[in-house]
T-cell receptor, first 113, second 114 residues
Framework: GENVEQHPSTLSVQEGDSAVIKCTYSDSASNYFPWYKQELGKRPQLIIDIRSNVGEKKDQRIAVTLNKTAKHFSLHITETQPEDSAVYFCAAIAGGATNKLIFGTGTLLAVQP | NAGVTQTPKFRILKIGQSMTLQCTQDMNHNYMYWYRQDPGMGLKLIYYSVGAGITDKGEVPNGYNVSRSTTEDFPLRLELAAPSQTSVYFC?????????????FGPGTRLTVL
């Protein structure tokens, strides 16, 4: 089955700097890679996703890149702000009837003012 | 739409007690999921359902049961609660069809077993 590894587990940056979180996956059939943000005590919420037929996707200060050959994908946050502080989860899904998301273990991002 | 709702928000159980965590969605989603999130950890899939009357085990099903009698509801049953089941439980749902459909989460239920 699918296995998703995420690094680093914690990341501290200064406000205005960039942050990068990396994930690797094991199932070459995976075709969809969402990223979720979870603020303290809240539910996970989708912030950006990428499909396997695309190498990069941007949404304002957030971008995701995908390298299918190496089976890894990354989240890039530019010009970080204190409100970006949260836990970020990557996930991968293989197509098929179940559409199960397998999550990484999360990255706690702290943006220091 | 209310989206995905869960009750209760918090619960304390004694070892050996049982309870049902409720989950309802009003988006007419066929796929529903239960996850647990231990402190500082990621989300582990407990059970999932691809439609009314159909359920299957996820990564960590032991100690839990589910049922799916309607499209809207997907309750999670804990029998003989154990301290290892102390966790935050999230229910989620998504449309059927292709795998690109967004998965929406409920607000969670924080369960403590003492």
């Amino acid at each position: 089955g699918e296995n998703v590894e995420q690094h680093p587990s914690t990341l501290s940056v200064q406000e205005g700097d960039s942050a990068v979180i990396k994930c690797t996956y094991s199932d070459s059939a995976s075709n969809y890679f969402p990223w979720y943000k979870q603020e303290l005590g809240k539910r996970p919420q989708l912030i950006i996703d990428i499909r396997s037929n695309v190498g990069e996707k941007k949404d304002q200060r957030i971008a995701v890149t995908l390298n299918k050959t190496a089976k890894h994908f990354s989240l890039h946050i530019t010009e970080t702000q204190p409100e970006d502080s949260a836990v970020y989860f990557c996930a991968a899904i293989a197509g098929g009837a179940t559409n199960k998301l397998i999550f990484g273990t999360g990255t706690l991002l702290a943006v220091q003012p | 739409n209310a989206g995905v709702t869960q009750t209760p928000k918090f619960r304390i159980l004694k070892i050996g007690q049982s309870m049902t965590l409720q989950c309802t969605q009003d988006m007419n989603h066929n796929y529903m999921y239960w996850y647990r999130q231990d402190p500082g950890m990621g989300l582990k899939l407990i059970y999932y359902s691809v439609g009314a009357g159909i359920t299957d085990k996820g990564e960590v099903p032991n100690g839990y049961n589910v049922s799916r009698s309607t499209t809207e509801d997907f309750p999670l049953r804990l029998e003989l609660a154990a301290p290892s089941q102390t966790s935050v439980y999230f229910c989620a749902s998504r449309k059927s069809g292709d795998s690109y459909n967004e998965q929406f989460f409920g607000p969670g239920t924080r369960l403590t077993v003492l």
